[in-house]
């Protein structure tokens, strides 16, 4: 009698690599270098926040274009900004002070 859980991982692994080889078909093999292109509602389910809040943040943090009358961001220059607005934890913070005070 087989595993049933053997099986189920076994038609997952096949799916996922299903999956990968059309994402590399659809994005095309330098889809590094490509721009992501989002839609405020894409943007919002991406950072699971309301599109008001990405309304807001556009007009003060996020970049965006404005094509054809329709608001698009590209995800890259999100994710930068994101980066840019990382905060120290407290602990990086103790760290940071006890290695400067060091007798």
Do not use: C
């Amino acid at each position: 009698m087989e595993n049933p859980f053997e099986t189920i991982e076994a038609r997952l692994a096949a799916i996922e690599e299903k999956l990968s080889q059309l994402i590399e078909v659809v994005q095309g093999p330098n889809s590094k270098n490509k721009n992501t292109w989002v839609t405020t509602k894409q943007l919002a389910d991406y950072l699971g926040v309301s599109t008001t809040t990405i309304t807001n943040m556009r007009i003060s943090k996020f970049p965006y274009y404005k094509v054809g009358g329709k608001i698009l961001f590209k995800k890259e220059e999100i994710d930068l900004v994101l980066e840019n607005t990382r905060h120290k934890s407290g602990g990086e913070y103790l760290s940071e002070y006890l290695k400067k005070n060091q007798l």
